[in-house]
């Protein structure tokens, strides 16, 4: 059900190719005072992005992978410092965590050397009210 919706999703938005897709500004860096990358997520006029826990009935969950990381170590998964909206969604008929205008999340890490990097691969699914926009991911480098 989930693959279907998703692609009802893909081929509806095939018109907004044209378009702007950049409807979510993204960037990362790292918060020495909390030992953390902190991971911001700006959002244009009404579009917004979902949580990591959305139910499996629900859009597809954001999603945070770190890879080639080097003179760090990550301590548990991403949080979600900003406090979602829930609400039931009548685009998918379950109850949705989403964020809208500006969202933020948290990373904890341990430094193991003086200078660190990674590759920071988000990947998300952003609707308005009236569409959404097939999932994708966008790759950030983040050095400290």
Not at 9 to 19: D, P, R, Y
Not at 91 to 108: C, D, I, L, R, T
């Amino acid at each position: 059900m989930r693959q279907l919706l998703l692609l009802s999703f893909v081929l509806i938005t095939m018109a907004a190719v044209g378009q702007d897709l950049d409807m979510i500004q993204w960037s990362a860096s790292y918060n020495e005072a909390t030992s953390s990358i902190d991971i911001n997520a700006e959002m244009k006029d009404d579009w917004v992005i979902y949580s990591q826990h959305t139910p499996p009935e629900g859009p597809l969950p954001l999603e945070f992978e770190f890879d080639n990381l080097v003179g760090f170590e990550l301590q548990g998964p991403v949080t979600e410092l900003t406090e979602p909206i829930v609400n039931m969604s009548e685009m998918f008929g379950v109850e949705v965590m989403k964020f809208k205008k500006k969202a933020v999340f948290a990373q904890s890490v341990k430094k193991t050397a003086k200078e660190a990097s990674a590759q920071l691969t988000v990947t998300f699914m952003t609707c308005d009210s009236k569409r959404c926009l097939p999932p994708r991911p966008i790759t950030l480098k983040i050095t400290f």
